[in-house]
């Protein structure tokens, strides 16, 4: 049964991981930045601003799940 929950946190750890690295790609910096493809520069039906505190919104939870899999993770990791 422990091994199962480890299987579980890890693949939450990695989708999570590969979840934030996308959102933070997205990101525009002062260039624009990867999310000017998506339609975050032009002029989109939500608005630059809106899409842009959504990906905000969407990476900042991508990061508490990541933190907390990785410390339910190191404490499977302990106990086995």
Do not use: K, P
């Amino acid at each position: 049964m422990r091994d199962v929950f480890l299987y579980i946190t890890l693949v939450l750890n990695v989708v999570s991981m590969i979840g934030l690295i996308a959102g933070i790609l997205m990101h525009s910096g002062r260039g624009g930045g990867l999310s000017d493809m998506f339609g975050g520069g032009g002029g989109a039906a939500l608005g630059s601003t809106a899409a842009e505190r959504n990906l905000n919104r969407i990476t900042f939870v991508a990061a508490l799940v990541w933190i907390f899999s990785l410390v339910a993770f190191t404490f499977f990791l302990e106990r086995v």
